[in-house]
């Protein structure tokens, strides 16, 4: 059974950094792109970036509104994935879900998403 | 950024209706339109990929159509468990962009 499990979300200030966990099982981790999306409370979806899979080299792209700001990384020996925010802004507040896309493909279909952790960025 | 427009934003229905949406792309996308279910409190979750493409394990009661452009979405018989919100996304290019969503309530 493929389970994604985020950790890391919490309260932090403005300015401020936090890292995100996404905990992968069930699947080859290394044979999928994984993404971020995030949904800000009571808003639609906001993607926020990805990183490609082995056979391409775990490439990342990012949505413009936080690029140069978060990172996305991954470790295969763990099947985890990774989100590295920093400058936080009150803007990011959120559920962060990590996501697999089907198959080995780079088309972003969205086929598993985790339950999502709470980013809250406030003074 | 290609834009998702994505209608009505909300509607009201009752257990056994027709239910249709409607998602149109600022450009051509091909067919490379995926359809989210979202309960309260829960994940998106998968329900058509590919414009037309039914997910593994979703009931045949949902059914999307389109290329292009213009793409609609579709209940057959409304059930209880399907009062959510739902929401197109775009595969074409990135980045990745979804839908306003749409809100169905029970009348």
């Known amino acids: 059974e493929v389970q994604l499990v985020e950790s890391g979300g919490g309260l932090v200030q403005p300015g401020g950094s936090l890292r995100l966990s996404c905990a992968a099982s069930g699947f080859t981790f290394s044979d999928h792109y994984m993404d971020w999306v995030r949904q800000a409370p009571g808003k639609g979806l906001e993607w926020v970036g990805r990183t490609t899979n082995k056979a391409n080299s775990y490439t990342t792209q990012y949505a413009a509104s936080v690029k140069g700001r978060f990172t996305i990384s991954r470790d295969e020996s763990k099947s985890s994935l990774y989100l590295q925010m920093n400058s936080l802004k009150t803007e990011d507040t959120a559920v962060y879900y990590c996501a697999r896309r089907q198959g080995s493909s780079a088309w972003g279909i969205i086929d598993y998403w985790g339950q999502g952790t709470l980013v809250t960025v406030s003074s | ?107």
């Open chain 2, 1 to 107: 950024d290609i834009q998702m427009t994505q209608s009505p934003s909300s509607l009201s229905a009752s257990v056994g209706d027709r239910v249709t949406i409607t998602c149109q792309a600022s450009q051509d996308i091909n067919n490379h339109l995926n359809w989210y279910q979202q309960r309260p409190g829960e994940a998106p979750k998968l329900l058509i990929y590919g414009a037309s493409n039914l997910a593994t394990g979703v009931p045949s009661s949902f059914s999307g159509r389109g290329s292009g452009t213009d793409f609609a979405f579709t209940i057959s018989s409304l059930q209880p468990e399907d009062f959510a919100t739902y929401y197109c996304q775009q595969y074409d290019n990135l980045p990745l962009t979804f839908g306003g969503g749409t809100k169905v309530e029970i009348k």
